[in-house]
T-cell receptor
Framework: EAGVTQSPTHLIKTRGQQATLRCSPISGHTSVYWYQQALGLGLQFLLWYDEGEERNRGNFPPRFSGRQFPNYSSELNVNALELEDSALYLC????????????FGQGTRLTVV | AQSVTQLDSHVSVSEGTPVLLRCNYSSSYSPSLFWYVQHPNKGLQLLLKYTSAATLVKGINGFEAEFKKSETSFHLTKPSAHMSDAAEYFCVVSDRNAGNMLTFGGGTRLMVKP
């Protein structure tokens, strides 16, 4: 069974541009989570989607947004990129209910220059 | 609200000696707790999980953790460190009342000396 897949693996953008990151969850998982791992800041919760709806978002500005598609895959969009947006962006998926763990993808390394 | 505190940001051990990575949590509910490991430039891999069954949880690669409710702790241990254990370790609490949303500790970087 395929795990959580993220694309692209690496992304280099210029300040002010937009970045789009994609995530495909494990089959059967309806919840998708996005986390930012910036150097020295640990893992920060960004967004949580379930059944196509945004369920919760972390303390990030509105230029961080996303969506979840009917097949439960998800996109994270970052507008007006800033240098400090450079980070590893991790996607995870899980079942919505129950004592189940989240499974993580390998991440997208976003570099803003 | 829930939170996780990893008491050591860095731990250094010699190969073959025991490993102890400390974690304390705060949760309003009966928590689900996890340890994840992250090797350099990689995603996170689940080491083990506690979900209100046995308090001593065995995971992969010889790691185990003990849930102690009275101490609100979930420390990770391994009897004998291997060079390949060098990585970043995250203690995580899951909020089952928020769709299993995960709250991460700050991480502990484990260094293993030959």
């Amino acid at each position: 069974e395929a795990g959580v897949t993220q694309s692209p693996t690496h992304l280099i953008k210029t300040r002010g541009q937009q970045a789009t990151l994609r995530c495909s969850p494990i089959s059967g998982h309806t919840s998708v989570y996005w986390y930012q791992q910036a150097l020295g800041l640990g893992l920060q919760f960004l967004l949580w989607y379930d059944e196509g709806e945004e369920r919760n978002r972390g303390n990030f500005p509105p230029r961080f947004s996303g969506r979840q598609f009917p097949n439960y895959s998800s996109e994270l969009n970052v507008n007006a990129l800033e240098l400090e947006d450079s980070a590893l962006y991790l996607c995870a998926s899980s079942f919505y209910q129950g004592n189940t763990e989240a499974f993580f993808g390998q991440g997208t390394r976003l570099t803003v220059v | 609200a829930q939170s996780v505190t990893q008491l050591d940001s860095h731990v250094s051990v010699s190969e073959g000696t025991p490993v102890l990575l400390r974690c304390n949590y705060s949760s309003s509910y009966s928590p689900s707790l996890f340890w994840y490991v992250q090797h350099p430039n990689k995603g996170l891999q689940l080491l083990l999980k506690y979900t209100s069954a046995a308090t001593l949880v065995k995971g992969i690669n010889g790691f185990e953790a003990e849930f102690k409710k009275s101490e609100t702790s979930f420390h990770l241990t391994k009897p004998s460190a291997h060079m390949s254990d060098a990585a970043e370790y995250f203690c995580v609490v899951s909020d089952r009342n928020a769709g299993n949303m995960l709250t991460f500790g700050g991480g502990t970087r484990l260094m293993v000396k030959p």
